[in-house]
């Protein structure tokens, strides 16, 4: 049975865990939005001491804030390339589990935004997308990625580039006005 280090960053919670299986031998994380570069050595080092050869990493590659994802997505992809074994990517908001037919859920993307996705039976429908709540009807917030749903969908998506859903604030000296 497969071996999973688990990370998502897409929230304002670093969340690691080990998946065997359907088995959740570790799971733990820290609430802080700015604190995920801290937060993650600390929860990997923890999960490693329960299991500390894993046989694949599968990281949330977002929607989520810049830094939060690459925080969690550098140290997945740093890990597997120093253990030589996979690293596979998944939609974030796809691991948030709810327990209904038809749902919107979202996330925070600061700055008054939300981070937003559609599913019907569990299956996403639209999105993953950003905008102000206003524009997204009835959706479902305050709910973090399931690091074994996580682990589940990494047999059914390879998500390779992080979604970054909105433009960089930082702009190239030429681009500026």
């Given amino acids: 049975m497969t071996i999973s280090l688990a ?3 897409a929230t304002s919670r670093t969340i690691v865990g080990i998946i065997e299986g359907d088995k959740v031998l570790f799971e733990e994380f820290h609430e ?27 990281v949330g590659m977002g929607p989520g804030p810049f830094t939060g994802l690459r ?3 550098s140290v997945a ?6 253990r030589e074994i996979p690293v596979i990517g998944v939609c974030s908001l796809d691991a948030i ?5 038809e749902y919107t859920v979202a996330i925070d993307a600061r700055r008054k935004e939300i981070y937003w996705a559609r599913y019907k039976g ?9 905008s102000k709540p206003s524009e997204v009807d009835n959706f479902i917030i305050d709910q973090y990625p399931n690091l074994q749903k996580l ?10 580039q992080p979604m970054y859903l909105r433009r960089p ?4 000296t030429a681009e500026r006005t």
Wanted: charge should be negative; glycine fraction near 8%.
């Fill in 7 to 9: 990370i998502d960053t």
């Fill in 32 to 58: 802080g939005a700015t604190e995920h570069g801290f937060a993650i050595t600390e929860l990997v080092i923890k999960a490693l001491e329960i299991c500390p050869k894993p046989d694949q990493v599968v």
């Fill in 71 to 73: 925080v969690g997505i």
């Fill in 77 to 82: 992809q740093a890990f597997a390339l120093a």
């Fill in 97 to 101: 589990s709810i327990d209904q037919s």
């Fill in 122 to 130: 569990g299956v996403r429908v639209s999105g993953p997308a950003v």
């Fill in 151 to 160: 682990v589940e969908l990494s047999t059914l998506q390879s998500v390779t």
């Fill in 169 to 172: 604030d930082a702009v190239p």
